[in-house]
């Protein structure tokens, strides 16, 4: 159990404790600032600790929203701070430094006593003599040690995180004519339909924001009040997709209606997951990277359910094959993926941004319906997840494939030609830090590296970039022009590999760097779709599915490290895999090896290859990535930024 010190006695008829209580605090008295120390001092180092002027008047939320968070090392809202284990030690500087500023009112001869001070509508409490606004109303803050404990953090570099508060009111008023006018401001206001608002991104898609969200707020308050958690309904969000994916998998009609229902069921569900999180404040490092993969996993089980679908709507027998269009989706919306995170972690901390378009940008935001047409145009999960549901249900899988095909592909070159356009006309400096998110993100092994080793480390202009162009498209050419199983395509791979190591051998600063790992990742998986649908071979695109689905989970594992402030996987887990260059080299090896020893007739060397590889790079990321997840003691994150998935 956390721990909160009231940094004074208590006010008559206040329900202060109470609501402390119900957060989950053992509340303690301190009457002074020692008293505060010899409390905090005593409470175990691994515990949160919150310091609460008993005079608070405003809304549970409020305190919720400040003194509960695990996302941030600290937290205050007027009248009430919190500290987790790793800023303790700042905390007892901060209170220590607090109390022994001028003008600090500690000293029995300057506090009044507790029962005078409770008739008064005061109590006995520290603080600092100067009076400032702390809500923007114009009203005087009332001296109080907690805030000064805060503003000393600030001075020890370790600043509170401060809630946008809004319409709650958190207040410490000075008598009992403010406090009742603080008491009315409280009552004035229903708390918990702020509550259920601001449990919703601020920035989502249009069909979520319009066809979801309104009911499924309280769907998540409706998990709350019976104890369920976030990934519990995470969970049930996976199970459902999959469902819908077993659904899909029969290939009847009363099948595909079905899986398009669960589809949208499941959809809801991933939304509720989101919001229960900031209703109940239930953020996690785990709940953060199970709702980030399983997204994934749910959209890409679905996709191998429509292929089985189509495969199995003649009863078996002269049933579609769309696993190329399948396997095709997966490759556009994973790259479509890798665009979004590469720009945005080369410019997560750049300085300088001068950039016209983004200027555009800014001014087109401000046009409410563009807004909108906009958010929609980028086909974010919402509208994808409805489209697709709609088509399963009316459609058939071939024509939802070539529906979302269509869809992703514009969506792919209307926010990639935007940013290209962002970052030529920019003029900022990228830092070490988003370089080296760009040179995990290009997953680069062993041939890669000596590649780099050899090539100079002077950042040369669009190097990088048109290095990479070149590795992909002689990759990518050499398999879709080439005979199936040449050996030449070999070569073209180990070129692949040698031009891999230019475009990463100086650190990944220049303006369209990000484009690297995108392009890795399209030659990647492209080739082995290439590959797989030329072998002719039995079961060799549901070989190579699976193969990317086990090679696409590592590089989204990587963008949630790095994200989640954690860093890539170890580099010995990228080189026991190979790296994208030793992988795509090894695939192209297997062609040649196996076609030569099938011209005699049909053999599933290639499938069978194809799968051992596929099992064997899943279950060595997968180990890893559980083991990292479930035992990392990494901060809790939480996506807030509302970017279309």
């Not at 109590?123 to 000393?152: K, Q, Y």
């Not at 590999?497 to 030659?523: E, I, N, Q, T, Y």
């Not at 049909?602 to 279950?619: D, E, H, R, S, Y």
Request: charged share 15%; net charge neutral.
């Amino acid at each position: 159990m956390s721990t909160a010190i009231l940094t004074g006695a208590p006010v008559a008829g206040s329900s202060l404790q109470d609501d402390l209580r119900s957060l989950g605090f053992d509340v303690r008295t301190a009457i002074d600032a020692a008293g505060v120390a010899t409390e905090l001092a005593a409470v175990p180092p691994r515990e949160r600790v919150a310091l609460v002027d008993p005079r608070f008047v405003g809304h549970g939320h409020a305190l919720r929203l400040a003194l509960t968070d695990p996302r941030f090392p600290a937290a205050a809202v007027p009248g009430a701070l919190t500290a987790q284990p790793e800023a303790r030690a700042a905390l007892a500087r901060a209170l220590t430094a607090a109390a022994a500023a001028p003008g600090a009112a500690g000293q029995a001869e300057r506090t009044p006593a507790p029962a005078a001070a409770a008739a008064a509508g005061q109590v006995a409490t520290v603080g600092s003599a100067e009076e400032t606004d702390t809500e923007g109303t114009g009203e005087a803050r009332t001296p109080s040690l907690v805030d000064d404990i805060a503003a000393a953090l600030d001075a020890d570099g370790v600043p509170p995180h401060r809630p946008e508060l809004g319409v709650l009111v958190a207040a410490v008023p000075a008598d009992e004519e403010r406090r009742a006018a603080a008491l009315a401001r409280t009552a004035a206001v229903d708390e918990e339909q702020v509550r259920l608002r601001s449990a919703v991104k601020a920035r989502d898609g249009f069909f979520t924001t319009f066809c979801i969200s309104p009911y499924s707020r309280y769907i998540a308050r409706w998990c709350a009040r019976r104890g369920l958690t976030p990934n519990q309904v995470t969970t049930a969000s996976l199970l459902t997709a999959l469902i819908a994916a077993g659904c899909a998998a029969t290939g009847t009609r009363p099948g595909f209606v079905a899986a398009g229902v669960l589809l949208i069921a499941s959809f809801v569900l991933d939304c509720t997951d989101g919001q229960l999180a900031r209703y109940s404040l239930q953020y996690s490092t785990l709940g953060a990277w199970l709702d980030a993969t399983f997204d994934r996993a749910k959209e890409y089980a679905y996709y191998a359910g429509l292929a089985l679908g189509a495969a199995n709507a003649g009863g078996g027998h002269g049933g579609d094959d769309v696993w190329a269009l399948a396997l095709g989706a997966m490759v556009l919306q994973t790259c479509r993926h890798v665009v979004d995170f590469s720009f945005n972690e080369a410019n997560h901390d750049a300085t300088g941004n001068s950039s016209p378009t983004a200027a555009l940008s800014d001014r087109l935001n401000s046009v409410g319906w563009t807004v909108w047409v906009r958010r929609m145009i980028v086909l974010p999960i919402g509208e994808r997840w409805a489209m697709i549901a709609v088509l399963t249900a009316l459609t058939t899988p071939r024509i939802t494939f070539y529906v979302l095909l269509i869809g992703c592909a514009l969506a792919a070159c209307y926010t990639t030609a935007g940013r290209v356009l962002r970052s030529l006309t920019r003029k900022a400096r990228r830092t070490d830090r988003a370089a080296q998110a760009l040179a995990d993100l290009a997953d680069s092994g062993p041939l890669a590296e000596l590649g780099a080793k050899a090539t100079a480390r002077t950042p040369r202009g669009y190097l990088a970039p048109v290095a990479a162009a070149l590795g992909a498209a002689l990759l990518v050419a050499g398999a879709a022009a080439l005979p199936y199983g040449s050996w030449l395509a070999v070569a073209g791979a180990a070129l692949y590999a040698v031009l891999a190591g230019c475009a990463v051998a100086a650190p990944l600063k220049g303006s369209l760097d990000w484009l690297v790992p995108p392009l890795f990742r399209a030659a990647e998986y492209g080739t082995v779709l290439i590959l797989a649908a030329r072998s002719q071979v039995n079961g060799a695109l549901p070989a190579a599915f699976g193969l990317v689905s086990a090679v696409a989970y590592h590089h989204y594992d990587t963008v949630y490290r790095i994200r989640g402030g954690t860093g890539a996987p170890p580099h010995g887990l990228v080189r026991a895999i190979g790296g994208h260059e030793g992988r795509i080299l090894v695939v192209t090896a297997i062609a040649a090896l196996l076609h030569g020893r099938s011209q005699g007739g049909p053999n599933q060397g290639f499938t069978i290859a194809l799968t051992a590889l596929a099992v064997v790079i899943a279950l060595t990321v997968l180990i890893e990535s559980i083991r990292f997840w479930v035992s990392s003691g990494a901060p809790a994150v939480h996506d807030e930024t509302g970017e279309p998935a």
